[in-house]
């Protein structure tokens, strides 16, 4: 019988663990189709599907707050190293794919505002930009399905590379505004946007590192490369 018991047991941890991980990679999914679905209203111009967008991030909202319930409950069942582990890094997990989304929402937002303005040419390199961001996002969510602290690693890696897409697209603006100020509204709209995303790609990072912790504890993590240059722009 105690066996029975201590059967059960386990198997409703793993359950509940099961459970978890499918809630992190819904809300990570969710969070990576409104990106892209924001920078299509942003080359659409479409004001009523960006007001769609907005709405969206409630359901993510939704679904940190029972990640958080679940959460709890794994960590009423005494854990052990690893487990507590795991139920640190879900919450760190879940709270960056919930800035995920609100980032996504902000996109949005700013379109509708954009829209009131002629189309920018730099809209192009706003997509380029969300791809990048949204490919990390996808890619980081399969590193914590999988389990791949070495996959993580290499969506770290990614980060370099939108930090040098951001900080591009950052002095073109610039020297758009100053060519032309009737473009400063529409530019200073986009620079937000580009902000935005650029924040994404660093929660995507968050995410990475937390794969990491989950795998090997307290090991330090190699030195990333940041090019993320726009402090220094003069």
Known sequence: MPNQ???HIVKSYDDERSRLINEILRMGEMAAAQLESALDVVER???KAAERIIANDEAIDALEHEVSQDVMKLALRGPMARDLREILAALRIAADIERIGDYAANVAKRSTALNLAPPLPHTRGLTVLGQLAVRQVRDVLVAFRTNDAEAAQRVRDQDA???TVYTSLFREL????MEDPRAITPSTHLLFMAKNIERIGDHATNIAENIWFLV???EALPPRDKRDETNTVS
């Open 174 to 177: 610039l020297t758009y505004m």
């Open 5 to 7: 018991l201590n059967d």
């Open 161 to 163: 590379e939108i930090d």
């Open 45 to 47: 111009r479409d004001d």
């Open 216 to 218: 090997h504890g307290d």
